[in-house]
């Protein structure tokens, strides 16, 4: 079955660096992504990896999966007042064209 | 091109009534869906077309709900009889793909349609 988990909340200090953390129990995911939100906004797609890689490097932004143990995770380096959001783990299944199942979201404050 | 488009942003109807939103896609996109996010939860996918075909609907769609893209380009999402329960953030996406080939991820969100039942 298909089911995202992620952490609720996660607060960090303008300038450190962010990890949040996703795992996931379908073993036929083709690509897991990460989505952010805003509030009152849309969710934009911040990157994604296809479920061959370890690990992915845009900028600010790190992903690493763990595929043995369905652990993917996302750090943001130096982290800014900007990047408070809510942050979505969400995965396709191979085979479907269609579906994203996401996670319930980790929402991440950032204080001076 | 200015991204995918929904309205109304905000609807506010009692209870028992129906109501209708539409989202417009990018416009070469010919893969839409439908996603409802509740207050502390992640989108759930309700439903999905591929040009003008319904292609694929969760059962999380009852039958108060039906969903048309009839040209291929915009869509409607009518709720028939609302409850309570049917308050959420009404979520339209949009993407482009070959037919057959996996989705790799770049769907385009609109800002939704919040949905209040009173």
């Known amino acids: 079955g298909e089911d995202v988990e992620q952490s609720l909340f996660l607060s960090v200090r303008e300038g450190d660096s962010s990890v949040i953390n996703c795992t996931y129990t379908d073993s036929s995911s083709t690509y897991l992504y990460w989505y952010k939100q805003e509030p009152g906004a849309g969710l934009q797609l911040l990157t994604y990896i296809f479920s061959n890689m370890d690990m992915k490097q845009d900028q600010r932004l790190t992903v690493l999966l763990n595929k043995k143990d369905k652990h993917l995770s996302l750090r943001i380096a130096d982290t800014q007042t900007g990047d408070s959001a809510i942050y979505f783990c969400?995965?396709?299944?191979?085979?479907?064209?269609?579906?994203?199942?996401f996670g319930t979201g980790t929402r991440l404050q950032v204080t001076l | 091109d200015t991204g995918v488009s929904q309205n109304p942003r905000h609807k506010i109807t009692k209870r028992g009534q129906n109501v209708t939103f539409r989202c417009d896609p990018i416009s070469e996109h010919n893969r839409l869906y439908w996603y409802r996010q509740t207050l502390g939860q992640g989108p759930e996918f309700l439903t999905y077309f591929q040009n003008e075909a319904q292609l694929e609907k969760s059962r999380l769609l009852s039958d108060r709900f039906s969903a048309e893209r009839p040209k291929g380009s915009f869509s409607t999402l009518e709720i028939q009889r609302t409850e309570q329960g049917d308050s959420a953030m009404y979520l339209c996406?949009?993407?482009?793909?070959?037919?057959?080939?996996?989705?790799?991820?770049?769907?385009?969100f609109g800002e939704g349609s919040r949905l209040t039942v009173l």
């Open positions: 996406a949009s993407s482009f793909g070959l037919a057959g080939s996996g989705n790799t991820g770049e769907l385009f």
């Open positions: 969400a995965e396709s299944i191979i085979g479907t064209a269609s579906k994203l199942t």
